[in-house]
């Protein structure tokens, strides 16, 4: 290597340093804008093509996104700030105590469980729950604003993102130290994986959502606010939905509403677990990989299952999207390997 060379390496590393940390704040944001715009392209690419104006459909994508994907977050922070506001301690004390006063058997096959269980009810506090709800209300409290913040920029980074996406992309293929079809390859598989994972992830929290909102409706809660709230859960690999109805049937059973809770219980888990998470959801995956995506991708469920479980673990409510997104790169490049070492070029 040639020194001019060499020195523009150390160069362009230290420059690259000072960038990064110039930059680290936005750092998330940028990736998730950038991603989100990869996940949506197939839909922008369509609407550009139907208005035949850059700044128009660029504009118009934002606002379908920012409709469908962060106005049911904005609403429900704001509706959880106002139950905080209104809430009764009494109504957390009398379910407390029905539960902890309900009288079950466990079947054989599970019985030796029975002990625990009944041990953890006994500890049920309504101080201890109280202290909890506060802490997490205090919390959500705490970093709303700062999502908030994180969420507008990332509406602003998507719209320019979509805006220069053509010649951001081609740049970036001309800076690449590979070959253009290497990097289309990479692109390819990384945008497909994405738009599956993004609309099903979208398209099956809002038809579980609306499922759930009409049952809500139906005895007289917020059925929108309910709805958003188990759309957000069931993106929540293993427990989903259960997070929203066992303590809606608790609630109802502590008032002395038996029909009633039978009902969610049973609607929540054969219509929605059941029929709809089982039955419609991989109609829905197929649908989208056979219509929206231009190449249709062979995904392993339970590969992109883990992808969710561990960027939600390690990213928070953002790893939804980070999860599947590292993972598909990372097995994009082993393929990559893979094809240029059989055409003997490593």
């Not at 499922?211 to 929540?236: K, T, W």
């Not at 029929?275 to 419609?280: C, R, Y």
């Amino acid at each position: 290597m040639s020194e001019h060379r060499l020195f523009l390496t150390a160069f362009f590393l230290a420059v690259g340093y000072f960038i990064i940390r110039l930059y680290e704040p936005f750092i998330m944001v940028i990736a998730i804008s950038s991603l989100l715009a990869i996940a949506t392209h197939k839909i922008h690419v369509k609407i550009e093509r139907l208005i035949k104006n850059r700044i128009a459909s660029a504009l118009l994508s934002t606002i379908l996104l920012s409709l469908l994907f962060f106005a049911p977050i904005v609403y429900t922070l704001t509706s959880i700030g106002g139950i905080v506001h209104d809430f009764d301690p009494a109504i957390v004390n009398k379910t407390v105590e029905y539960v902890k006063n309900f009288d079950y058997q466990l079947p054989d096959s599970i019985a030796f469980l029975q002990p625990k269980i009944s041990e953890l009810l006994d500890e049920l506090r309504l101080g201890n729950l109280m202290n909890s709800a506060m802490s997490y209300a205090g919390s959500i409290g705490k970093n709303s604003a700062g999502f908030l913040k994180d969420m507008l920029l990332i509406v602003i980074f998507f719209f320019f993102i979509l805006l220069n996406g053509k010649e951001l992309s081609e740049y970036i293929k001309s800076v690449m130290p590979m070959q253009s079809d290497e990097v289309n390859f990479i692109f390819t598989e990384v945008t497909n994986v994405m738009s599956v994972v993004f609309y099903s992830i979208l398209v099956t929290a809002i038809f579980e959502g609306a499922l759930f909102a009409v049952l809500g409706m139906h005895f007289g809660y917020n059925g929108l606010f309910l709805g958003i709230l188990y759309g957000f859960a069931s993106l929540i690999p293993i427990v989903g939905g259960a997070l929203m109805w066992i303590p809606l049937c608790a609630y109802e059973l502590a008032n002395g509403n038996v029909m009633e809770a039978i009902v969610i219980a049973l609607y929540s888990i054969i219509v929605i677990s059941i029929v709809a998470d089982t039955f419609i959801k991989p109609m829905i995956i197929k649908y989208i990989n056979t219509k929206l995506v231009k190449i249709p991708t062979v995904i392993n469920e339970m590969l992109i299952f883990f992808a969710i479980l561990a960027g939600l673990s390690t990213f928070g409510f953002w790893g939804m999207i980070l999860g599947p997104a590292i993972t598909t790169l990372f097995i994009s490049l082993l393929k990559l390997y893979k094809l240029l070492k059989e055409k003997h070029y490593m």
